[in-house]
């Protein structure tokens, strides 16, 4: 076999196999002239083994996969700028002309809204109670827009954007609500009150005493006034005729403190000289004195019931009576000083 067929056949060996090329030729260097017709196939037997073992590895190294390529990054999300609507204040605004007349007077709520977002809002409405305001220009990012409702509300409650025209990045503030005083007038807007003067007649003119007049009560019906004077007197009265009924002597002093009980049948009186007088109101007539205070009679005063009278005077003292029949039952003077009056 001739050894340029054989060295075509090793050159032909797939040049992923360098190391097996060059190991063979060195093999055959110089002693191929001299292989017999035996070891010449042995040594093709040999490169046709080498040959299809390379050629295994050529298909092997072609059905290879190919190397992946890099994996392909997914898109990151996209952030949106939004506007965010919300009412920063609310006051009242007075529109009174200057000359303060009361006609035009007419107060009016302002309200002021303000973007606080990142980007314009559209259209939107504004609503106090059932007025609503649309506002078409929108409101721009940082700024903001004052909106003039009429009338006057003392706990107002606000609404921005209840149709959700325009998506915000902050829902939760589109409501509102305060509480607001409303403004008080000029001093120069107030008119100074005129003082007024109502003069009246009396119904009834009742004449008889003869000094000043120190006390009167009136009995329990309406019917019955008693009157005590400075002229040491004590008069009863009819309303309902207008006339004296009757004058009651015996206090040899002024009488300063007059008293009917609650039915209205007994009298009683106080004077200066200290002593109480008991009187009957049907026939005028003196029932009882009643003596124990020293001093001028500063007040009297006689139980729902009709079963206690008290009095106090002068001598800083308050004593309880008895009644009918004027018994005295207990004296206070505890440390008191000046007792102008009692009251059951």
């Not at 190294?61 to 898109?75: D, Q, R, W």
């Not at 009819?238 to 007059?258: D, E, K, N, Y």
């Not at 009918?324 to 505890?334: C, L, R, V």
């Amino acid at each position: 076999m001739k050894a340029s067929f054989l060295f075509r056949l090793v050159n032909q060996l797939p040049p992923n196999l360098p190391h097996l090329r060059s190991s063979i030729k060195g093999k055959m260097s110089g002693k191929v002239t001299s292989l017999g017709v035996k070891s010449s196939w042995k040594l093709l037997v040999l490169l046709v083994f080498f040959w299809s073992q390379a050629g295994c590895g050529w298909s092997n190294e072609a059905t290879k996969p190919s190397p992946t390529s890099e994996p392909l990054a997914l898109p990151t999300a996209t952030h949106y700028l939004l506007p965010d609507l919300e009412i920063s204040q609310v006051w009242v605004q007075d529109n009174s002309t200057e000359d303060c007349t009361a006609s035009d007077r007419s107060m009016q709520m302002v309200v002021r809204v303000d973007n606080k977002g990142q980007a314009p809002a559209g259209l939107f409405l504004v609503r106090l109670k059932s007025d609503r305001q649309l506002v078409r220009s929108g409101l721009e990012a940082g700024k903001s827009i004052d909106l003039v409702f009429p009338g006057f509300d003392p706990a107002p409650q606000i609404w921005i954007d209840e149709t959700s025209l325009v998506v915000e990045s902050d829902e939760s503030n589109n409501q509102y609500s305060t509480s607001l005083t409303p403004p008080t007038m000029s001093p120069d807007c107030i008119a100074s009150p005129t003082p007024e003067i109502t003069m009246q007649e009396a119904k009834i003119i009742l004449e008889g005493h003869t000094a000043a007049i120190l006390d009167i009560d009136v009995s329990w019906d309406g019917d019955l006034i008693a009157s005590g004077s400075v002229d040491d007197t004590l008069r009863l009265w009819s309303i309902s005729q207008a006339r004296l009924v009757r004058t009651m002597l015996g206090h040899p002093f002024p009488v300063v403190q007059v008293k009917f009980s609650p039915n209205g049948s007994t009298l009683a009186t106080g004077s200066t000289d200290g002593i109480l007088r008991l009187w009957q109101v049907a026939n005028g007539r003196l029932i009882r004195s009643l003596e124990g205070h020293v001093g001028w009679i500063t007040g009297l005063d006689i139980s729902r019931d009709g079963k206690w009278l008290a009095s106090c005077a002068e001598d800083d003292t308050v004593r309880i009576w008895r009644l009918p029949n004027g018994a005295p039952a207990k004296i206070i003077d505890e440390g008191m000083a000046g007792v102008m009056s009692v009251s059951f």
